[in-house]
C-alpha cells in the first residue's frame, strides 16, 4: 500500500493567494465590468532592462553556434562568470569577502529557502516572524517540523516572534531555545528593515545557541538608507552563523525568467547529535548538484548584465519608479488618516486597519467599494491580523487611480 507523506495533511487551509483569487474571481463573475486595480501579490510589472534583454539576445545566438555553445555549468552551482559579477558587486563593493565557491545559483529564493532545510536535522525548532512569508513554514511543515496544528493557522513546534507596531516590528529574541532562525530583511509583508544593531542581536544569539540563521535578502535592492545593511554578513561573525539569500526577481524583474542565488560560507558548521561540528556548504553542494542542474545559459547570461554599467543604471532607474509609487502610496494613506509602515526600504506598505475592521473584512470592502486588490495581512500570520499589505508594483497610472478611489472611501 502507497502511502502518504502526512505531514502534507497538516498543512493548513489553502495558500494565500488562491484564496484572494477566489474571491477576486467571484467578484469579477458579479461585477463584470468593473475595473480592478491590483496590488495585491508581490509581482513586478516593469519590463526587463535592454541591457538584460540584449545579453539574453546575445546568448541565444551564442548556444547556436558551435564554437560558443556551452552546456552545463559547473556542476550546477552557476557559471563562474556570474558568480565572479556576483561577488564582485554584491559583496567585495560593500566590504563583504566571500568566496565564488561559497555563491549557488538557482532558479529562484522561493525554491532555496524552500530546500535549504533539508540538510538540517528535523528535531531542530524552527523560528519565524509573525507575519511571515508563508514559505519558510510551510515547507517545514511538510518536512515534519511543524507538529501539529494549533489555532490561527499556527503549528504547535514552530516559535512565533510576533513583529506588530507595538515592537516597531523588530522581533524580540525568542524565550525558547530555537535552531533554525528564518528573517527577512526588508520585510515582506511589512515593508520594515532591520538595522545593524538589529542583526547583530540575531548573529550574537545564534553564536551563543549555535542556530542558524537563514537570511532572505530578496529586497535588498530597494534599500535607500545608507545606514541599513544589504547584506548580513556586514555583521561580524555572520559568516559562522547566517546563510544568505538573494534573488534577481524583484531586483530586476526576473519573476518570470527565473535567477536567484544562495551564499552558503565555508565557516558555517552544524553539529551531529553527538556534537561533533560539519561543514556545511559541502552539504549544500552536495543536495543543490545532486536534485538541480543549473540555470539556464541564457538566463546567466542575462542576470550577469544586471552588474554591467548600463544595466545598474536602467535597473535603478526601476527601483525609483517602484519606491516613487510607495512613496505616493505611504503619502496618501498618511493623509487619509491611515497608520503606515514601510514602503521607505521596500515595495511593501503594511498599514493598520481601522478600528475594529478585520484584515478580510477590509480586504472585501477595498475590492467591493474600491475594486483595489491588496493582502490581509492575516494571511501572513496570526499577529498580521489587524494589517494590510498594499504592493508599490503596480504602474504609476493604477497608483494613482487607486489611491483616489481610496479617498473616496473616507
Ligand atoms: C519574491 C520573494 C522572493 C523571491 O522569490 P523567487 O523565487 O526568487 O522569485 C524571496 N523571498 C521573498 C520574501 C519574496 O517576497
Redesign the pocket.
Known sequence: MITVNENFLKLQAGYLFPEIGRRLRQFKVENPTADVISMGI??VTQPLAPAVVSAMKKAVEQMGKIETFRGYDDGGIGYEFLREAINTNDYKARGVNIDNDEIFV????????GNMQEIFGLDNVVAVTDPV?P?YVDTNVMAGRGGVPADKGRYEKIVYLPCTAENNFVPALPDKPVDMIYL?YP???TGTVATKEELKKWVDYARENKAVIFF?A??EAFITDDSIPHSIYEIEGAKEVAIE?R????TAG??GV???FAIVPKELKAYTKEGKAIDVRPLWNRRHCTKFNGVSYITQAGAAAVYSDEGKEQIKKVIDYYLKNAAVIRQCLADLGYHVYGGKNAPYIWLKTPEGVGSWEFFDMLLNKANVVGTPGAGFGAAGEGYFRLTAFATAENVEKAMKRLATLK
Not at 538557482?106 to 529557502?113: A, F, R
Not at 534573488?247 to 524583484?250: E, I, Q, R, W, Y
Open positions: 508581490g509581482d538557482s532558479d529562484g529564493s522561493k525554491c532555496d529557502t512569508y514559505v527577512c520585510n515582506n509583508p532572505d530578496a529586497y539569500f534573488s534577481f526577481s524583484k526576473f519573476t527565473r535567477c536567484a
